[in-house]
C-alpha cells in the first residue's frame, strides 16, 4: 500500500527563489489497484514519485509505502519498490543478463533465488535470445523489457512508474501498459504518472489530477465524471485545472 | 557501511570499465606504449642523426690567410675537413647549408706570431645548427692545438717548464654511488610522473561514473535501488582509485624498462654511461607507491566530488582541466633546482609528495619526513573522501539541472 500524507518539496533555485515543486500532496493507494497521476508538464508528478521512490527526500510530509516510512525506512522502502521511468537507463557495457543480476544483488538476493528469478523473468520475458547482449546493442523494445525485469527481480510489492511509455513506440508502449495491468492482477500496488489521457483511462482504478504541486482531484473515473459533469477525461482535467492557469496567469 | 554492497558496485564498475574501449586506451595502451615510443624511440633517432652528423666532413672555407702557409697547409692536411674555394657569398653559404662554417685569418698572423702580437682567428658558423657547430669545432680545435704547440715551443726557446702556466691542477670528483647519481638527476620526474599519472588515470573513471551516469540516466536507475548511498560512492571511488593506481603502476613498468633499454643502447652507442644510471630497485619503486597511494586517494575522492557537479562528460572536462594545473605547478615546483624538503614545504600536498619521491628514488629515507607527508596526505585524502560521501548524499548535486 502508499499513503501519501501531506507530502512537500521545496527547492532552492538561484534565479526564481523557492520554487514549492509538491505542495501538501495526500492520497492512498491499496493492493491490486492502479493510482494515475495525471498533470501537464512540471505539474509535480515525478517530484511525488521521487520521494515515494525515496530517490528524493521531502521537505515537509511523509509518506508509507509497503508498510515503511519513506523518511525514517528509505532502505527499506527501496527494497519493497520497483521504480520504473524513461529516464531509469540501462548501464550501456553489461549484459542484459547481468544489469538483472546486479540489482537483484543489490536486493540482497541469494545467488540461487537471484537464478530462479531471472530464469522465470526472462522466460515470462521472451527474453532469452538477448540474455548476453550488451544493453548498448539492445532495441528499444529490448531495453524496456531489460528494465521491467530489473523491476521485477526482487519481486517487489509496489511499482511505481513514472511517465513510462514517454517517446516509446506503440508497441513498446504497449508492452509496458500491459506490463502495468499485470502487476495489479499479480495484486502489487501500483502508481504511475503520465500526461496521456487514454492510458489513464484504460488502466486506473483510482486517479489524482495534480497541477502546480497540488493535488486538485481525486477518485475513480466514474465519480470524475458524475462530479465535473463530462465524459472525456480531457475536459474533466481542463476543468479542474483550468481556473487554476487562468489565476496564475493573470 | 555494507561491504557485500560496496563489493558488488565495485565489481559492476570494474566490469564496464574493462569493456570500455577509452578506458583501455588511456590507462593500458598509453602508457605502456608512450613512454617506450617517446624514450627509446627520440633518443635512438637523436643518437643516429648526430652520429649520421659526426660522420659528415664538413666543408668549410678558409677566409685570407695567404700571407700565412704554414697554417693554411695545416688546414688543407686534415682529413676531417674538406676545404672549399672562398667566395664572398660565403655568409648566405652558411646560412643555406651549403657550407658548415668558414674561418677567417687576420692579415699577418704567422708573422704576429713570430713577434708575439695577439691576434684573433674568427670562426663563423650557423648557431643552433648542428652540423655546422661539428664544422667549427675541428677548426678550433686546429687553432687551440696549434696554440698550445706554440706555447711550448716558446717555454722550451726559454728553458722553462709547462708547469708553469699550470702550477696546479683542480678537479672535481663524485662520491655519490651511480644510483644516488641518477636519483638526484631523474628522482624529480619520476615522482612527478607518479603523482601526474595517479590524476590523470583517474580522471576519465571519476568523470564517467558521475556526470557520465547522470547523462546516461543511469544514476536515476542505481538510486531506486535500496544501495545506500554511502555504498555506492565508495564502490565508485575504490574503482576510480584502482584505475589511478593501475595507470601509475603501468606507467612506471614501462617507464622503467625504457630507462633500462635505454641505459643499454646508449652504453652500446658508446656514450658515457654514467650519466644515464638510473636503477629503480624493488624497495625504492614499493616506497615511491606507498607514498603515493594517499594522494592517489586524495585524486580520486577529489575528482569524484567535483565531477559529480557536472551533468555531462564536457562540462565535467572543464572543472577537471584547471585541476591539473593545480596539480602539474607542485609538482613541477618540486623539480626546480634548490627545493628541498622542510616541515613546511612537508604538509603541502603534492609538493610534499613529489619531494619525497625524489628523495626515495636517489635512495635517501628521511624517515621522520616520510611519516608527516604520508600521515598529512592520508589527512587531506580523508577530508577529500568525507567530502565525496556528502555531496552523493545532496540532492541539489545528484539532481542539478
Known sequence: MIEARGLCKRFQDKKRGEIRAVEGVSFRCLPGQIYGLLGANGAGKTTTLRMLATILEPTDGTAIVAGYDIVEQSEKVRANVGFLSTATALYPRLTAQEMVEYFGRLNGLDEATLKRRIDEIFGRLDMDGFRDRRCDKLSTGMKQKVSIARTLVHDPPVMIFDEPTLGLDVMTARTIVEFIRECRNRGKTVIFSTHVMSEVEKLCDNIGIIHDGKLLAEGPLRELRAKYGEQDLEEIFVKVVGPHHVAVEA | ?401
Not at chain 2, 199 to 222: F, N, S, V, W
Not at chain 2, 271 to 295: E, N, R, T, Y
Not at chain 2, 353 to 375: D, M, P, Q, R
Request: charged share 20%; proline share 4%; hydrophobic share 50%.
Open chain 2, 1 to 401: 557501511m555494507n561491504a557485500r554492497n560496496v563489493g558488488f558496485v565495485y565489481r559492476k564498475e570494474l566490469t564496464e570499465w574493462l569493456r570500455d574501449r577509452r578506458t583501455l586506451i588511456s590507462t593500458v595502451v598509453i602508457p605502456l606504449l608512450a613512454f617506450p615510443l617517446m624514450m627509446v624511440g627520440f633518443s635512438a633517432l637523436a643518437i643516429m642523426l648526430v652520429g649520421q652528423a659526426k660522420k659528415e666532413t664538413p666543408k668549410v672555407m678558409i677566409l685570407g690567410g695567404e700571407d700565412s702557409p704554414a697554417v693554411l697547409e695545416g688546414l688543407r692536411k686534415l682529413d676531417n675537413l674538406e676545404i672549399v674555394p672562398s667566395t664572398s657569398n660565403w655568409k648566405e653559404m652558411i646560412s643555406n647549408k651549403e657550407i658548415r662554417a668558414a674561418v677567417a685569418i687576420p692579415d699577418g698572423f704567422q708573422a704576429a706570431l713570430a713577434t708575439g702580437e695577439a691576434k684573433t682567428v674568427l670562426i663563423y658558423f650557423y648557431e643552433g645548427e648542428l652540423k655546422s657547430s661539428f664544422g667549427a669545432d675541428r677548426i678550433e680545435k686546429f687553432f687551440k692545438d696549434y696554440r698550445d704547440r706554440v706555447v711550448r715551443d716558446r717555454l722550451a726557446a726559454k728553458n722553462l717548464p709547462e708547469t708553469i702556466l699550470k702550477p696546479f691542477e683542480v678537479k672535481q670528483q663524485n662520491v655519490a654511488p651511480p644510483e644516488k647519481v641518477g636519483g638526484a638527476a631523474f628522482g624529480g620526474f619520476i615522482g612527478y610522473m607518479v603523482i601526474l599519472l595517479c590524476m590523470t588515470g583517474a580522471m576519465y573513471p571519476a568523470i564517467d561514473l558521475t556526470a557520465g551516469e547522470k547523462e546516461r540516466g543511469t544514476m536515476e536507475t542505481i538510486l531506486s535501488s535500496p544501495l545506500a548511498r554511502l555504498d555506492l560512492v565508495l564502490g565508485k571511488f575504490l574503482l576510480v582509485l584502482s584505475a589511478s593506481l593501475a595507470t601509475a603502476t603501468l606507467s612506471v613498468i614501462s617507464m622503467g624498462s625504457s630507462f633500462s633499454i635505454l641505459g643499454k643502447f646508449h652504453a652500446f652507442s658508446g656514450g658515457q654511461g654514467a650519466d644515464l644510471h638510473l636503477q629503480i630497485g624493488v624497495k625504492s619503486a614499493a616506497a615511491v607507491f606507498l607514498m603515493a597511494l594517499p594522494l592517489a586517494v586524495l585524486f580520486s575522492a577529489l575528482l569524484l566530488t567535483i565531477a559529480l557537479f557536472a551533468k555531462s562528460h564536457k562540462e565535467a572536462q572543464s572543472y577537471l582541466t584547471p585541476m591539473t594545473f593545480a596539480v602539474v605547478i607542485p609538482a613541477v615546483a618540486s623539480l626546480m633546482p634548490g627545493i628541498e624538503l622542510s616541515p613546511k614545504l612537508a604538509v603541502i600536498p603534492i609538493l610534499n609528495t613529489s619531494l619525497i619521491c625524489k628523495e626515495i628514488v636517489g635512495g635517501t629515507y628521511h624517515w621522520n619526513y616520510i611519516a608527516l607527508i604520508f600521515l598529512s596526505t592520508c589527512v587531506y585524502a580523508a577530508a577529500a573522501l568525507f567530502l565525496a560521501t556528502k555531496m552523493f548524499q545532496r540532492e541539489s548535486v545528484l539532481f542539478r539541472s
